[in-house]
Antibody, heavy 117, light 110 residues
Framework: EVQLVESGGGLVQPGGSLRLSCKVS????????MHWARQAPGKGLVWLSR????????TYADSVKGRFTISRDNANNMLYLQMDSLRFADTALYYCVRDRKFAFDEWGRGTLVTVSS | QSALTQPPSASGSPGQSVTISCTGTDRDIGAYNTVAWYQQHPGKAPKVIISEISKRPSGVPDRFSGSKSGNTASLTVSGLQPEDEADYYCSSYAGRDTWVFGGGTKLTIL
């Protein structure tokens, strides 16, 4: 059974940092691009970032470019999102997502990040 | 990286059909055959129901169908059932290794 389990969310002050993790099981993660997406409370989905299968290339949405860093550890089936300079607008449920043929076919249950003073 | 445009709401009675549109540009929907649709029930993670414009993953009822014309993609749900009440999102590859979602459509079963 495929599972993606996010962790690392919590309450952080504006300007602070958090590192999200995603533990993957049930498939060989090294064969797939992986993404992070988020959903603010009561709002829609927003794509954030993608990392290639081997971690060699990364891309970001303009809203997080320069503040967030995606990475992966294929040996341990882990995906990460380092979030720096957090803003109120970054408050959301953050999802770890698998990419198959340009569609997001497997999702975690999300980890909640709250940016508040 | 502007969001794709979806109507905020749609509705239909059980047994009827409803179509949800998703409008982009010639840099995303119009440029690639990568439109996907997701169903999200309250408090749950999204679930892909259509990929590559019109392909249904295993287990998705054939009541769900997708199409594309120009810069606009559409999701049609036929034979509406109560469990179809959910939020629906479209997505598309937008070039240069970026993706974009639609704003979402809340489908209400009357």
């Amino acid at each position: 059974e495929v599972q993606l389990v996010e962790s690392g969310g919590g309450l952080v002050q504006p300007g602070g940092s958090l590192r999200l993790s995603c533990k993957v099981s049930g498939f060989r993660m090294s064969g797939d691009s992986m993404h992070w997406a988020r959903q603010a409370p009561g709002k829609g989905l927003v794509w954030l970032s993608r990392v290639y299968e081997d971690g060699s290339q990364t891309t970001y949405a303009d809203s997080v470019k320069g503040r967030f860093t995606i990475s992966r550890d294929n040996a341990n089936n882990m995906l990460y999102l380092q979030m720096d300079s957090l803003r109120f607008a970054d408050t959301a449920l953050y999802y770890c997502v698998r990419d198959r043929k340009f569609a997001f076919d497997e999702w975690g249950r999300g980890t909640l990040v709250t940016v508040s003073s | 990286q502007s969001a794709l445009t979806q109507p905020p709401s749609a509705s239909g009675s059980p047994g009827q059909s409803v179509t949800i549109s998703c409008t982009g540009t010639d840099r995303d929907i119009g440029a690639y055959n990568t439109v996907a649709w997701y169903q999200q029930h309250p408090g749950k993670a999204p679930k892909v129901i259509i990929s590559e414009i019109s392909k249904r993953p295993s287990g998705v009822p054939d009541r769900f169908s997708g199409s594309k014309s120009g810069n606009t993609a559409s999701l049609t749900v036929s034979g509406l059932q109560p469990e179809d009440e959910a939020d629906y999102y479209c997505s598309s590859y937008a070039g240069r290794d970026t993706w974009v979602f639609g704003g979402g459509t809340k489908l209400t079963i009357l």
